[in-house]
């Protein structure tokens, strides 16, 4: 049995080092620049946690690719006034300046851990757009002790997962409404969930596990960026199970869902994290870390992708594999129990929101 034991250690260790190094060289590949002046002509782009980092990179490339409307969806609207005033400015230095009288960037306010606020902003997108046709769900924090926002869920969960899906449900049926091609929506995933422990997934609920503050360790961040993986994987089935049953209906518009990492990025992700934690993640980005505008190159390749994208998990501008988990039979049970949860979740946040998968 011990011998077993130190055989199973020994292949742990030697998967774990085969994925940091993976992900390692992922750091140095080249990324393209997003460079089709015309890429997003015409469109309507949501980016959430926009008014820093990758979202407000992001933004950047949106509207200097051509986008007619940008809404930064952001929990601070000074922050985002500020940013949305700082894209402007550089777009009008790199760019034709759009014609006059049109808004090309707004700011609209949403906190992930506010399900009611939540709940108002997708009222607004249903009745203020005319289209929607890109959305990229990037807000998320890390934070390191146990704080309950609503619903009772640690700050984590409640933000990167609870909050990040009711929004996508609530905007889905607006993207779903299409305006020439197939809508995208982007979920905004970590390398990080490759080492997940995910010790809740053994409990009777998970998410009743996730408003108990004895389960909260370190772990938890990655967990809920694993969580996302599998989630939006979920989701991007289920869309094209249902456009396959419902391919008579005219209003069966399916939008590309996909994750995408940004890899190790020089972003404020850790700024709540103990002196300790915000030193050592420093140090080891100022090594290996992307800046917050190349690790927004994976975003905005992420929602132009095209079909090969959907239910995938693109890192470094294409295609690549999500976590051995993720793939393995059991994370393809947990994949399907932790949706089935989360809908119940949504439900009890907003009746029938979960109606609009199909």
Known sequence: MSRFLELVKYQSSMLTNMVITHLLHQQFLPLPLPSSPSSFAGQTVLVTGANSGLGLEASRHFVRLGAARVILAC????????????????????????????????????DLAVFD??????????????RLDVVVLNAGVAVPGFEAVDGGFERQVGV???????????????????????GRMVFVASDGHHFARFPERHQ????DAFRDPSTMSDDRYNTTKLLVVLLARELAARLRLGSDQNNNNSSNNVPIVSVVTPGFC???ISRNLPLAGRLGVGAFLAVI???????SRTLVAAAAAGEEAHGGYMESC?????????????????????????????????????????
Not at 172 to 178: F, P, Q
Not at 289 to 295: C, F, I, L, Y
Request: glycine content about 14%; proline content about 3%; hydrophobic content about 40%.
């Open 75 to 110: 929990r601070s609207l000074e922050a985002g006034e500020a940013a949305g005033r700082d894209i402007v400015r550089s777009a009008a230095a790199t760019t034709t300046p759009a014609p006059k009288g049109v808004v090309v960037v707004e700011v609209w306010e949403v």
């Open 117 to 130: 606020s939540v709940r108002r902003f997708c009222r607004r997108v249903d009745g203020e757009l005319e």
């Open 160 to 182: 990167n997962v609870v909050g990040t899906f009711l929004m996508a449900l609530g905007v889905l049926g607006k993207l779903r409404e299409g305006k020439g091609e197939e």
């Open 204 to 207: 009777p609920s998970v998410f």
């Open 266 to 268: 020089k972003s404020r």
């Open 289 to 295: 870390g992307r800046t917050t505008e190349a690790g």
């Open 318 to 358: 294409r295609v690549g594999e999500p976590s051995v988990f993720v793939r393995s039979d059991e994370g393809g049970e947990v994949q399907k129990r932790v949706w089935g949860e989360l809908m119940e979740v949504l439900e009890g946040i907003e009746s029938c929101v979960t109606g609009v998968v199909g």
